[in-house]
C-alpha cells in the first residue's frame, strides 16, 4: 500500500472508494453504490477496511447506502469489536437517503 499525502477537501457528496492505499488526511468512503445496497455485509466489511486505510489523527467519512437504515442499527456494533481507539458520530442523512458516520482514528 501507498501512502496518499494529497491535500484534498472531501464532502459526502463526493466521496472516495480507494482502499488501496493509506490514506494520512481525512476522506470520504462511498459505501452507497449498488453493490453495497445488494449486501449489507459488504458495506460494514468495506467500512471496517476504510476505518483500516486511515491514519491516526484523522477521519473517515462512512457514506452508507439509505437502504440498509441508520447505520446505528447494523454499523456502530461491527465498528466497536473490531477497533480500539476510535471514535464515531453521525453526521446527517443525506437527500439522496444514505447516512453519513464520521469515524475518528487515534
Known sequence: ?????RPTAHDH???DTATDRV?????SANLE?????ADRDLAVAEAVAAVEHTTAGHHVNLVTHGDHGHPETYLYDALAERFEGVAYEYVEQCGCGGHVTRVYVE
Do not use: E, G, Q
Not at 453504490?33 to 445496497?37: F, G, I, M, N, T
Open 1 to 5: 500500500m501507498t501512502t496518499d499525502s
Open 13 to 15: 457528496d463526493t466521496p
Open 23 to 27: 490514506h494520512d488526511t481525512s476522506w
Open 33 to 37: 453504490l449498488p453493490r453495497h445496497a
